[in-house]
């Protein structure tokens, strides 16, 4: 029920829950009656809640609706879904939602696991004999009331408070006074982006419905990073180009690219894990074989490979997942999911879901492989990333650190005019942390993006992979062999351009 997406994409997600239906108070709640009054002849058949994720979900004829449920508060929540096709023998049911969907698989009668086209891992839902109280009245939308569901839907789930320093209680007690019966919405406005601001979390943001059109209001970022705007994306393609030895194959109206490097060396550019179609979830599947099958299939199989995710903010873990698929001749834990699991215990989460990368059946390349990261990497990017750290051989990271964001997203209903997008999970290292806020550093850090080397159309993360490639193809780097520890800080600094280049890359 949440997708992945950066704070920049979050509008997108919005706009899927509203092309769906936000249900109206009433009708929800009729549907949920009637859900838990149901025959149950489908062992779905009833309501719902989340371990975690503050949801319960209805389910009734076919249909399948939610709500966004806190300690004080329940609101109809923004994913409605009807049911595609027969359960499978073991009662798993597909509910089509805009062109994904989601399945529920009942484990027993009072227990069932949810899971996600587009995500990986899974989540825990137990049965209620009825919903919530206060899911059965609409919910006041009064500017007090709006302003108490947004602070308590990060109250009850946002993992990174006290790594961000951040006292949300005294927050709240600072905000709150400030609104009145008479604050408007603008006004409101103001005060929740000024809540939102000093967390400098990608995956938060606020998005406001205006004359029935979603405006995405605020989008948080991680201080110092950089904004890819629509000519540093195409500077920086420019740029990349420059060292291949042939134009760039593109696929996926330009989001994904599969070129060659001198030496024999294949480079991969992945700049979303979303939108690669306009169609169902297996479409995107195929089009990312294609550019995978362009880059490492065919008689030219490269020597080493160049894997480009600095311009890509975000889209589908499991997308992510099956590039990495392509990239090892051996399953691995990629990392461990935990969500927030309890509204008052903010050290508490659920019980750790490993995701496994399991060997493609398609193509497959086991070289030596080189990973280019920026500030711009975010979300899905940096599972990807994450992934690959996992990988043996060992994967040489180059560039920058990522945005530092790599939970799903949840997208809370506050009222007819706002809706709020926040993080609630933990993406866990082998050693238990994570790399949540600062990011996954490289190992080799260089120039990425700068004025100085989009002007001059130079790409040093690039040229350094090259070489560090090249070297190693014949020999001269030690350590590739092994996995990294997805806790190691052993990064170098390099001079990129200022002397790691060859005579060749200078004359690009």
Same mark, same amino acid.
């Given at each position: 029920?949440?997708?992945?997406?950066?704070?920049?994409?979050?509008?997108?997600?919005?706009?899927?829950?509203?092309?769906?239906?936000?249900?109206?108070?009433?009708?929800?709640?009729?549907?949920?009656?009637?859900?838990?009054?149901?025959?149950?002849?489908?062992?779905?058949?009833?309501?719902?809640?989340?371990?975690?994720?503050?949801?319960?979900?209805?389910?009734?004829?076919?249909?399948?609706?939610?709500?966004?449920?806190?300690?004080?508060?329940?609101?109809?929540?923004?994913?409605?879904?009807?049911?595609?096709?027969?359960?499978?023998?073991?009662?798993?049911?597909?509910?089509?939602?805009?062109?994904?969907?989601?399945?529920?698989?009942?484990? *027993?009668?009072?227990?069932?696991?949810? &899971?996600?086209? +587009? #995500?990986? @891992?899974?989540?825990? %839902?137990?049965?209620? $004999?009825? =919903?919530?109280?206060?899911?059965?009245?609409?919910?006041?939308?009064?500017?007090?009331?709006?302003?108490?569901?947004?602070?308590?839907?990060?109250?009850?789930?946002?993992?990174?408070?006290?790594?961000?320093?951040?006292?949300?209680?005294?927050?709240?007690?600072?905000?709150?006074?400030?609104?009145?019966?008479?604050?408007?919405?603008?006004?409101?406005?103001?005060?929740?982006?000024?809540?939102?601001?000093?967390?400098?979390?990608?995956?938060t943001g606020l998005v406001r419905v205006v004359d029935g059109r979603l405006e995405d209001v605020f989008e948080?970022?991680?201080?110092?990073?950089?904004?890819?705007?629509?000519?540093?994306?195409?500077?920086?393609?420019?740029?990349?180009?420059?060292?291949?030895?042939?134009?760039?194959?593109?696929?996926? *109206?330009?989001?994904?690219?599969?070129? &060659?490097?001198? +030496? #024999?060396? @294949?480079?991969?550019? %992945?700049?979303?894990? $979303?939108? =690669?179609?306009?169609?169902?979830?297996?479409?995107?599947?195929?089009?990312?074989?294609?550019?995978?099958?362009?880059?490492?299939?065919?008689?030219?199989?490269?020597?080493?490979?160049?894997?480009?995710?600095?311009?890509?903010?975000?889209?589908?873990?499991?997308?992510?997942?099956?590039?990495?698929?392509?990239?090892?001749?051996?399953?691995?834990?990629?990392?461990?999911?935990?969500?927030?699991?309890?509204?008052?215990?903010?050290?508490?989460?659920?019980?750790?879901?490993?995701?496994?990368?399991?060997?493609?059946?398609?193509?497959?390349?086991?070289?030596?492989?080189?990973?280019?990261?920026?500030?711009?990497?975010?979300?899905?990017?940096?599972?990807?990333?994450?992934?690959?750290?996992?990988?043996?051989?060992?994967?040489?990271?180059?560039?920058?650190?990522?945005?530092?964001?790599?939970?799903?997203?949840?997208?809370?209903?506050?009222?007819?005019?706002?809706?709020?997008?926040?993080?609630?999970?933990?993406?866990?290292?082998?050693?238990?942390?994570?790399?949540?806020?600062?990011?996954?550093?490289?190992?080799?850090?260089?120039?990425?993006?700068?004025?100085?080397?989009?002007?001059?159309?130079?790409?040093?993360?690039?040229?350094?992979?090259?070489?560090?490639?090249?070297?190693?193809?014949?020999?001269?780097?030690?350590?590739?062999?092994?996995?990294?520890?997805?806790?190691?800080?052993?990064?170098?600094?390099?001079?990129?351009?200022?002397?790691?280049?060859?005579?060749?890359?200078?004359?690009?």
């Amino acid at each position: 029920m949440t997708r992945r997406n950066t704070g920049r994409a979050a509008a997108a997600a919005v706009a899927l829950a509203t092309a769906v239906g936000l249900a109206a108070p009433g009708a929800a709640a009729a549907e949920g009656a009637a859900a838990a009054a149901g025959g149950r002849a489908n062992p779905l058949e009833g309501i719902w809640r989340t371990e975690g994720y503050g949801m319960v979900i209805a389910v009734s004829g076919g249909r399948l609706t939610t709500y966004d449920v806190t300690a004080h508060s329940c609101v109809p929540g923004w994913i409605t879904g009807t049911q595609s096709g027969a359960p499978g023998p073991d009662g798993t049911t597909r509910y089509a939602v805009e062109n994904l969907g989601l399945t529920l698989t009942p484990k *027993g009668r009072d227990r069932a696991v949810e &899971r996600e086209e +587009g #995500g990986v @891992g899974s989540k825990t %839902v137990t049965r209620l $004999n009825a =919903l919530p109280p206060s899911c059965a009245q609409p919910a006041p939308n009064d500017p007090l009331a709006v302003f108490d569901r947004f602070w308590e839907n990060f109250e009850e789930h946002y993992p990174f408070f006290a790594a961000k320093g951040i006292d949300w209680h005294a927050v709240r007690d600072e905000k709150r006074p400030t609104i009145t019966p008479t604050t408007t919405a603008d006004q409101l406005q103001t005060v929740l982006v000024d809540m939102l601001r000093p967390l400098g979390d990608a995956h938060t943001g606020l998005v406001r419905v205006v004359d029935g059109r979603l405006e995405d209001v605020f989008e948080g970022q991680r201080p110092g990073s950089t904004t890819p705007t629509k000519e540093l994306i195409a500077r920086a393609r420019q740029a990349s180009e420059a060292q291949l030895t042939g134009p760039e194959q593109l696929f996926a *109206g330009g989001r994904l690219g599969a070129g &060659r490097l001198p +030496g #024999g060396l @294949g480079y991969l550019r %992945v700049s979303s894990f $979303n939108d =690669l179609t306009d169609g169902d979830f297996q479409s995107q599947v195929d089009e990312l074989d294609r550019v995978l099958d362009a880059a490492l299939a065919g008689p030219r199989r490269p020597t080493g490979l160049v894997v480009d995710v600095r311009l890509n903010g975000g889209g589908s873990d499991a997308l992510a997942l099956h590039v990495a698929a392509r990239l090892t001749d051996r399953p691995y834990v990629a990392y461990r999911k935990v969500a927030r699991n309890d509204p008052a215990d903010p050290t508490k989460f659920t019980r750790p879901d490993p995701v496994t990368v399991r060997p493609s059946a398609g193509a497959r390349f086991n070289g030596p492989v080189a990973l280019l990261t920026s500030s711009i990497s975010a979300s899905a990017a940096e599972t990807f990333t994450q992934a690959m750290m996992g990988r043996s051989p060992r994967v040489l990271r180059v560039g920058e650190n990522t945005q530092g964001v790599f939970s799903d997203i949840l997208v809370k209903t506050l009222s007819p005019d706002f809706l709020v997008v926040l993080p609630n999970e933990k993406y866990l290292r082998r050693d238990g942390g994570t790399f949540d806020g600062p990011g996954i550093p490289p190992n080799v850090h260089t120039s990425v993006f700068t004025p100085d080397e989009l002007a001059a159309l130079r790409d040093s993360a690039l040229s350094t992979a090259r070489r560090m490639l090249t070297e190693d193809a014949r020999g001269g780097r030690d350590g590739q062999d092994g996995q990294d520890g997805q806790g190691d800080q052993d990064t170098q600094d390099t001079q990129g351009d200022q002397g790691d280049q060859s005579a060749e890359d200078q004359q690009r």
